[in-house]
């Protein structure tokens, strides 16, 4: 028995939106080329014909197999799947008992490996069917031949799904990794758990590298340095981070419509219960609660958790330090961070002098904006009836909404020690920034790693 590998590559991308996503770069390979070049390192002893369903303008890339051109996309994917059987049963080297496996062209993670071990358990099971499995059936999946006429007879925008799940006893599974089964029709979406400001710096970093950003928060964040977050638009509406808008959603819908003008949409889902519907690349947490809170590491092909309470390769993929010092924003692919020490790191000298947490329980008035000079001694603020002095001098960096519940020993305030440039106070911060740019690393080098044979 041969089995002929089929390559479905001439869908219109309507789910990914207006860009063709094959022409698309992961890891830095573009996505069709790279599934090729996999596919033809297969030398296997049943491999059979190779086949590539592609569109009209398919970019022309290096190729020794059959191309087959679909000139109607628009008839669904049912349709290149009967161009391909079609011209398949007319080589003279096909035979009824062969089978056919299909591949689609948006899985940049799939090794070439894992679709050889699947039809390989495929054929010694002496199922009629074959497919990766994780969390269901995914692709690519692979049909006897008893199976051909039934997928001939496929109609609009359905493909072999359908046929394997009306014979679900006949079906074989071959557990696949969970970066393998992604595909493209969500982008390169990252959802970020916490959108405080030093998770708005990872998301600013990566919105800037091309990344689609979803940033994730609870219903009242109690952030300090709101100039500089993205969780202010759940204040707000909208909000802005150093020329990049944030702007609040309420649905799936609203998410689309806010990605689609280029901007970062911020939703009220402490439970991270999008998951339903978007599929994400990497899910980070970067709540910063010095422990986990929910993420699991099947969440997303790359989970990632900023600071103490993770441990890498265990409820995370990677963890990353958080505390300042010569390992700030180290990537650890085993472990943890080091622990909390209740200590804020030093700037100027100052540490724990720099944070003010609330003497009593109300409602908090200031009398000092961000970004104002203020002294040591002087009041700037009330709880109810209790002054808070400033404990050093410097600039008012960051303040709690003032409608957010204030408890006692919450920290509400602190202070930019540096009297050199005002502006810092309205700047993600060197910290944030550096966090952003060792995660970006990491997902690059994880993307490349990933997208090998």
Not at 418 to 440: Q, V
């Amino acid at each position: 028995m041969k089995v002929h590998l089929i390559i479905l590559a001439a869908g219109r991308s309507l789910r990914y939106g207006k860009k063709d996503k094959l022409s698309e770069q992961v890891g830095g390979r573009k996505l069709l080329p790279s599934l090729l070049f996999k596919m033809e390192q297969m030398k296997k002893e049943w491999m059979g014909y190779q086949i590539l369903v592609c569109g009209e303008n398919t970019e022309k890339a290096d190729y020794t197999g059959i191309r087959v051109v679909n000139e109607n996309p628009e008839k669904g994917i049912s349709y290149s799947v009967f161009l391909a059987l079609h011209t398949l049963c007319g080589l003279p080297e096909w035979k009824p008992q062969d089978a056919v496996c299909f591949c689609t062209a948006d899985q940049p993670f799939l090794k070439r490996r894992t679709v050889e071990n699947m039809v390989e358990g495929f054929l010694e099971s002496k199922k009629g069917i074959g497919c990766l499995f994780f969390k269901g059936p995914k692709n690519p999946c692979v049909f006897g031949g008893k199976y051909v006429p039934e997928l001939l007879s496929l109609t609009g925008d359905t493909g072999g799904k359908k046929v394997l799940r009306s014979h679900m006893e006949d079906v074989y599974f071959y557990p696949a990794e969970k970066e393998e089964i992604w595909d493209m029709d969500e982008e390169r979406t990252i959802v970020i758990r916490g959108a405080g400001d030093l998770a708005s710096g990872v998301g600013y970093v990566l919105y800037q590298a091309g990344y689609r950003i979803l940033m994730l928060d609870v219903e009242r964040p109690a952030c300090i340095r709101r100039q500089v977050a993205f969780c202010q638009a759940i204040y707000e509406g909208v909000c802005t981070v150093q020329g990049v808008t944030g702007r609040l959603a309420a649905a799936e819908e609203e998410v689309k419509k806010i990605w689609s003008d280029k901007e970062i949409p911020v939703l009220i889902d402490p439970e991270c219960t999008c998951l339903e519907w978007v599929r994400p690349m990497v899910v980070i947490d970067a709540i910063l609660a010095k422990k986990n809170i929910g993420t699991k590491r099947d969440m997303a092909p790359l989970t990632i958790g900023l600071g103490p309470g993770f441990t890498a390769g265990n409820d995370v993929d990677l963890v990353v330090e958080t505390m300042r010092g010569d390992t700030l924003a180290h990537v650890y692919e085993e472990g943890r961070a080091l622990a909390n020490t209740g200590v804020p790191g030093l700037i100027e000298g100052y540490g724990k002098e720099r944070v003010i947490h609330a003497p009593a329980s109300g409602t908090i008035r200031y009398f000092y904006r961000v970004g104002d000079p203020v002294h040591k001694g002087e009041v700037i603020a009330k709880v109810g009836n209790t002054e808070i002095t400033a404990p050093i001098s410097g600039y008012l960096r960051g303040a709690i909404h003032e409608n957010y519940p204030v408890v006692k020993g919450l920290k509400i305030m602190d202070i930019e020690p540096r009297m050199d440039d005002r502006e810092r106070c309205f700047r993600i911060s060197d910290k944030a920034e550096k966090l952003g740019k060792a995660i970006w690393k990491a997902i690059t080098n994880w993307e490349e790693r990933c997208c090998g044979n």
